[in-house]
Nanobody
């Protein structure tokens, strides 16, 4: 049984930064591709960033590229999302997800395991 637990969300002013963490138990992140998704009020869940099993390859949504950075520490079994220059439109619940099958990192239905989410609120 794989469990993912996100942390690091909170309230921040526009232009500020937050770092989200996703800790895995039950299986190591070195066996998974990992993604961060978010879901704003009244919106569908959307892809934010992804990172390959080895950590060598990263993927970003156009809306966050250049502002967000995804990284992982396999030794700590943790994946991070560093979020800089936050904007009000970044307000959402952020979810960590892990998938076994290689390929598309952007599709929600590609992922096998999900965390419970952490709220990020950006005030303008």
């Amino acid at each position: 049984q794989v469990q993912l637990v996100e942390s690091g969300g909170g309230l921040v002013q526009a232009g500020g930064s937050l770092r989200l963490s996703c800790a895995a138990s039950g299986r190591t992140f070195s066996t998974f591709g990992t993604g961060w998704f978010r879901q704003g009020p009244g919106k569908e869940r959307e892809f934010v960033a992804g990172i390959s099993r080895s950590g060598d390859t990263t993927y970003y949504a156009a809306s966050v590229k250049g502002r967000f950075t995804i990284s992982k520490e396999n030794a700590k079994n943790t994946v991070y999302l560093q979020m800089n220059s936050l904007q009000s439109q970044d307000t959402a619940v952020y979810y960590c997800a892990a998938k076994v099958v290689a390929g598309d990192y952007t599709a929600v239905n590609r992922y096998d395991h999900w965390g419970q989410g952490t709220q990020v609120t950006v005030s303008s």
